[in-house]
């Protein structure tokens, strides 16, 4: 599945000469440019835009950079982020949106190379992480991506998916934890694990994924909440600023 990219930049300019270099880097690439925050937002609320990585001018009119992450972060966790901008005084902004790197205009073909490498390694280690289990002779094969949260209910294991459907086996929660990418998934409960990628609230005592609200156990608590902030932090460390 070829890599899937948005660059959003109000200069036309930068987005040819970005654009350029990475496909030089890779004829293979998916690239969809906008020249406002506001276009990329509704495209994303719309379901019509997936982008594995997003390029983001900071400096443009209407909405700025950093807010049109703000915004983007509600519906996606995972999208990798990557600032572009002609000055580097938006920098604590761009960690408090969890950005995966920071660019300076003019970029330098090699380090926009560098960053991408990391990027690429990420989202493909992600892409190939899936959980087998069967269920009344069928065998299913889900892409951990794809779970919202996990629950165990009497001896049934449900996975709650994206899509709004649910697959079930038998099982214990204990045995799946050991499967799943320990970055991405929190046991908070007892009964339940949640994908810190869909989490879009953390309370004093729970997690909102969407519209539903999962406890956090008093055993789980401060575990799940520093897990979660690791988490977070962990994608923009692998970014390697600087």
């Not at 950005?99 to 926009?112: C, G, H, I, Q, T």
């Not at 779970?147 to 009497?154: G, V």
Request: hydrophobic share 35%; charged share 25%.
């Amino acid at each position: 599945m070829p890599i899937k990219i948005a660059i959003c930049d109000d200069t036309v300019e930068d987005i040819e000469l970005l654009s350029s270099a990475l496909y030089t880097y890779d004829p293979s690439f998916e690239i969809i440019t906008y020249t406002n925050g506001e276009t990329l937002i509704d495209e994303f609320r719309d379901s019509s835009l997936f982008a594995d990585i997003l390029f983001l001018d900071i400096y443009m009119p209407g909405i700025n950079g950093v807010k049109t992450a703000q915004r983007l972060r509600v519906e996606r966790k995972d999208l990798k982020i990557i600032f572009i901008s002609s000055s580097k005084e938006h920098y604590p902004q761009a960690y408090e949106v969890f950005a995966f790197n920071y660019l300076l205009k003019p970029f330098d073909r090699e380090r926009l190379y560098r960053v991408l490498d990391r990027a690429i390694d990420e989202i493909c280690r992600e892409r190939s992480h899936k959980i087998r289990f069967s269920y009344k002779s069928t065998v299913y094969s889900v892409d951990c991506r794809d779970i919202l949260y996990i629950e165990s209910r009497d001896k049934l294991i449900l996975f709650h998916l994206a899509d709004g459907s649910t697959l079930q086996c038998y099982g214990k929660l204990d045995g799946i934890a050991k499967e799943l990418p320990e970055q991405s998934f929190i046991r908070c409960h007892q009964s339940f694990i949640v994908n810190t990628f869909y989490v879009t609230e953390l309370g004093e005592n729970h997690f909102r994924v969407g519209q539903v609200v999962i406890g956090i156990s008093k055993k789980h608590l401060k575990h799940a909440k520093d897990q979660y902030y690791a988490s977070l932090f962990s994608h923009m460390g692998r970014g390697q600023w600087g």
